[in-house]
């Protein structure tokens, strides 16, 4: 039996993938929105610092792509 991921192991996969040009990132999401359910949250919080383009219009534009799929994001203080 394969066990499933951690809502941690989930966002460090997106972080992965947009680090490789957003490889399979809908994958990820949808892992991560299963992984979010399993745990009983309601939303992820992703570092800024570690996402590739952290500036505004680039949070923003990650939290609009993953909210469309389902997930709410917060970004923790930097």
Wanted: aromatic share 6%; charged share 25%.
């Amino acid at each position: 039996m394969v066990s499933e991921p951690t809502v941690a192991e989930a966002i460090n996969r997106i972080y992965e993938s947009l680090q490789a040009d957003n490889a399979d990132i809908d994958v990820h999401i949808a892992t991560l929105k299963a992984a979010l359910t399993l745990a009983g949250l309601k939303e992820a919080v992703f570092d800024p610092a570690r996402l590739v383009q952290n500036n505004r219009s680039g949070r923003k534009l990650m939290q609009a792509y993953l909210r469309q799929r389902g997930v709410t994001v917060k970004f923790s203080a930097q």
